[in-house]
């Protein structure tokens, strides 16, 4: 060998040991996440969980309350029937003074109101299940991106070992 392939050689070896040196001081700075971002998925994912929950919880709170109002109403109905039917609501047209007659006109006007009020009704109820399925759709989707930022992670971490270890393993064949 010449003197020049053999300075080519230990140029060549030392700048090996340099960039290798380097990357082994990096990789875990740059490649490797903190612990405490795993912690962080971890947490984001409790409380997703608990979201989920409250999302649950206040569901069921609207569908009660739904349920709740659609049976004032059918008490309501009720109520002004017997009302009328006994004559105790006058009329409020100040040409017709005294008592409702209860006539199918008046039953047919009331449930027509009534079936308006029942329509809004499970018209919130139907909007109330929608976003509660959006809501619910959105956890998941969260749920999702931190299982996989998770994996990805997981992955980065086994990575960057695996290539520190080579990395050392070459260092030290160098030296």
Not at 113 to 142: F, M, R
Not at 146 to 158: C, E, P
């Amino acid at each position: 060998m010449d003197a020049r392939t053999e300075a080519g050689k230990t140029g060549s070896s030392a700048w090996s040991s340099a960039l290798i040196a380097l990357v082994v001081l990096v990789a875990p700075i740059g490649c490797s996440p903190p612990v405490a971002t795993l912690d962080l998925i971890a947490q984001a994912q409790r409380s997703l969980t608990m979201a989920r929950g409250a999302l649950a919880a206040t569901h069921a709170e609207q569908i009660k309350g739904i349920e709740s109002q659609s049976a004032e109403l059918d008490a309501a109905f009720d109520a002004d029937v017997r009302l009328v039917a006994s004559g105790q609501i006058t009329d409020a047209n100040p040409g017709a003074p005294g008592p409702v007659k209860l006539t199918a006109e008046w039953v047919i006007s009331a449930r027509k109101g009534y079936a308006a009020a029942k329509k809004a009704l499970t018209d919130k109820l139907v909007a109330s299940q929608q976003t509660h399925a959006t809501d619910l759709d959105n956890v998941q989707a969260g749920a999702e991106a931190l299982d996989m930022a998770r994996t990805l992670i997981v992955m980065q971490q086994n990575l960057s070992a695996n290539i520190k270890g080579w990395l050392l393993s070459l260092q030290r064949r160098q030296q």
